[in-house]
């Protein structure tokens, strides 16, 4: 079967840094995405893991760890604007379908 | 990139009516899918819409309910039919690129009343 967890709901302050963690099981594994969705609007990319190790993107990191069906979302230097849902999604082997995680509320306060 | 129109961005509709949606995407896609997200939940893949064929749907949806048409690589339709209150959601369509990141079009919030 395929299955994503995430956290439901998180709070940080403002400056802090935050690990927003995924666990999968999917029918193979063609990559692991992470999206942000502020409320009322469509998810966007934020980053995306094939291979195992630490991919940095500015403010925004994101890892994976095969082995383990594990990955993580870092947001350094948090800021208000980062509320937000973040979803995380799995692609099956096929490398055609996102399995979506429940997503996950950062809430961010001053 | 992909930059993706959809509309409408919001309705409220009767039951037992239907709502089509559409999606027009700015270059040519092999792969475009609809979604469903329902308040306070993650995304659910209703079906894949394939040029020149019939989608394919995901365990629970059935082409009765949600019929999709894919006339070219550039635009895609969703109707959702003879509507109950249930069907209340944010209904999503996404097309991938290079065989990497999907993009979603803005949703269309649909309300049943």
């Known amino acids: 079967g395929q299955n994503i967890d995430q956290p439901t709901e998180m709070t940080a302050t403002e400056g802090a840094i935050v690990q927003i963690n995924c666990t999968y099981q999917?029918?193979?594994?063609?990559?692991l995405f992470w999206y942000q969705q502020h409320a009322g609007e469509a998810p966007t990319f934020l980053s995306y893991?094939?291979?195992?190790g630490l991919e940095e993107k500015g403010r925004f990191s994101s890892f994976l760890s095969r082995s383990k069906g594990y990955s993580y979302l870092l947001l350094k230097e948090l800021q208000m604007k980062d509320s937000a849902s973040y979803l995380c999604?799995?692609?099956?082997?096929?490398?055609?379908?996102?399995?979506f995680g429940p997503g996950t509320r950062l809430s961010v306060l001053p | 990139s992909a930059v993706i129109s959809q509309k409408p961005s919001r309705d409220i509709c009767q039951r037992g009516t239907s709502l089509t949606i559409q999606c027009q995407v700015d270059?040519?896609?092999?792969?475009m899918f609809w979604y469903r997200q329902q308040p306070g939940q993650s995304l659910t893949l209703i079906a894949t819409?394939?040029?020149?064929?019939?989608?394919?749907?995901e365990s629970g949806f059935v082409i009765d309910k949600f019929p999709i048409s894919r006339p070219n690589l550039t635009f895609s339709t969703l109707t959702v039919s003879n509507m109950s209150p249930e069907d209340s959601s944010i209904y999503l369509c996404?097309?991938?690129?290079?065989?990497?990141?999907?993009?979603f079009g803005q949703g269309t919030r649909l309300t049943v009343v």
């Open positions: 996404s097309v991938e690129t290079r065989g990497t990141e999907a993009f």
């Open positions: 999917t029918s193979g594994f063609n990559g």
């Open positions: 893991n094939v291979l195992d």
């Open positions: 999604a799995a692609r099956d082997n096929y490398g055609q379908n996102f399995v």
């Open positions: 270059s040519q896609v092999t792969m």
């Open positions: 819409a394939n040029q020149g064929s019939e989608a394919t749907y």
